[in-house]
């Protein structure tokens, strides 16, 4: 058509394809108000993505949830708290596990969010059942998610509990001992005494633990000789 960019007369699902290398979004959310075909194609890029990280973004509950609930094909999720910081809330974590990546979802970060407790990390984790690698460290969950974690996430693998001080050894024991795949645990900075590694360890001889306050990893090594 006479007139018409040439930008416009690229097919929907090429656009789709060029907004998906777009990591920026301000960028993503500046050319969705461009029209209305934009507006379909970075929606369609959010489906075909498999991995969004939030860190360095300022989001907040309602631009995290709108997002992903385009984004159908998501693997990985990422929306620790960095130097801006993500604003999220309870409130946030109830509407993002309403979004049907969710249940495929196999690793999430919700690193140093001190803005949640267990009610919202147990509505996210509830429906995340594929989950095979969280890091929920630097935040104020008890073992209340943990035990939420050991009834959802049969297939978790490894899980960061950095300076999680309110989980206790009740806790990491359901855990281990519930999630039998599970390889590697960071407990760093929590305030759970050494004597419960071991225990750990008795339940999952194979499990990789770095404990609070000393320079090395525990493993099966440490083991009692009977």
């Not at 990985?76 to 993500?86: A, E, K």
């Not at 035990?147 to 050894?169: D, G």
Request: proline share 3%; aromatic share 8%; net charge positive.
């Amino acid at each position: 058509m006479e007139g018409e960019a040439e930008i416009d007369r690229l097919p929907l699902d090429l656009l789709a394809n060029i907004f998906v290398l777009i990591t920026s979004f301000t960028d993503l959310a500046q050319a969705s108000g461009v029209c209305r075909k934009w507006k379909q194609g970075v929606r369609q890029s959010l489906g075909r993505r498999e991995s969004l990280s939030f860190a360095g973004w300022k989001m907040d509950d309602d631009s995290t949830a709108r997002l992903l609930r385009y984004a159908y094909s998501l693997r990985d999720l990422d929306i620790s708290r960095s130097r801006w910081g993500c604003q999220i809330s309870d409130t946030g974590l109830y509407r993002i596990s309403l979004a049907k990546c969710i249940s495929n979802l196999t690793s999430i970060s919700l690193w140093g969010i001190t803005g949640i407790t267990d009610k919202g990390v147990v509505h996210l984790i509830s429906r995340a059942n594929s989950l095979q690698h969280l890091n929920i460290g630097g935040t104020f969950i008890t073992d209340e998610s943990l035990y939420a974690i050991a009834n959802n996430c049969p297939h978790l693998k490894t899980i960061v509990l950095w300076s999680c001080r309110h989980v206790t050894e009740n806790g990491l024991l359901v855990l281990v001992n519930s999630c039998r795949k599970l390889e590697s645990i960071n407990v760093w900075g929590t305030r759970v005494p050494v004597e419960c590694f071991i225990a750990l360890l008795t339940i999952s001889p194979a499990l990789q633990i770095k404990p609070k306050g000393l320079p090395f990893n525990v493993d099966a090594s440490m083991l009692p000789v009977i």
